[in-house]
């Protein structure tokens, strides 16, 4: 790690140590280091792949077998086999344990957060391992729905009432979970400091939460590419952050 990396290793465990609360909020960046694709930019999975416009609630709604057929493609891009969580989520589940970090609140429907320990996460877009019945709410694991559509079974139903299954996700056109983006709204309000991590700070109204988090504490952005929320931040890192994050960890004890 280069000097000027170090300097924001050092200066972040400062910060996280004197925070009363602090809180870090995860984009796609934070998972490409465990091999899922980012979805934004000019290689990610949204311009090269696949149309944000076949994830839409309208396509799943009028066209829920095509839906289907293709959330089972994104899926299998999405989540390629061996998928672990990275050095990045672990330092964040170590923070959490010592009582440095207080939650994690995340973009990423991958639960790698949770996989790598953490305890307090905040999914604003849901998790892609589950699917949810659009008829008596009962949530179940998502692998027997993409089996059933690999099998030329689409859409798949739920085996308690028979309703429609979708995604356990957030999509396109649907808000983000009320009781989710209110955990969030007051973490961001209530932290010192906000680590933002990995997120492009583009998709809103969970990319606001940054600025709410600037209004009353010490925002940090780490992330390799410029966002809209840089000048408000005290601390913009360019850096990758599977290797960051265990650096900071180790830090935060040296304080």
Not at 53 to 71: C, I, L, Q, T, Y
Not at 231 to 241: I, K, P, Q, S, T
Request: hydrophobic fraction near 40%; aromatic fraction near 6%; charge should be negative.
């Amino acid at each position: 790690m280069d000097a000027a990396l170090e300097s924001d290793a050092a200066w972040v465990a400062r910060r996280l140590r004197e925070a009363d609360t602090a809180v870090a909020f995860t984009g796609a960046g934070m998972s490409t280091a465990s091999g899922i694709p980012d979805f934004r930019g000019d290689d990610g999975i949204w311009e090269t792949e696949f149309d944000p416009a076949s994830f839409h609630r309208d396509r799943f709604v009028n066209d829920p077998e095509g839906f289907w057929r293709d959330r089972v493609r994104l899926q299998e891009r999405m989540f390629p086999d061996g998928v672990e969580p990275n050095p990045g989520h672990d330092a964040l589940s170590a923070l959490e344990s010592r009582g440095v970090l207080d939650a994690v609140v995340t973009q990423n429907t991958d639960g790698l957060h949770r996989d790598a320990g953490s305890d307090r996460v905040v999914e604003l877009h849901g998790n892609a391992a589950e699917v949810v019945c659009e008829d008596c709410g009962a949530r179940t694991d998502a692998d027997p729905a993409f089996e059933a559509v690999r099998a030329g079974d689409a859409p798949p139903t739920c085996d308690d009432c028979g309703g429609l299954l979708k995604p356990g996700v957030v999509l396109f056109g649907e808000r983000l979970p009320r009781v989710a983006y209110s955990e969030a709204n007051r973490l961001a309000g209530d932290a010192d400091v906000f680590l933002s991590l990995g997120s492009s700070l583009t998709v809103h109204p969970a990319a606001g939460l940054a600025g709410r988090a600037a209004e009353s504490g010490s925002l940090v952005v780490v992330n390799f590419d410029a966002t809209q929320y840089d000048d408000r931040a005290d601390r913009v890192v360019r850096g990758d952050l599977a290797a960051f994050l265990p650096e900071v960890e180790k830090r935060v004890e040296r304080v």
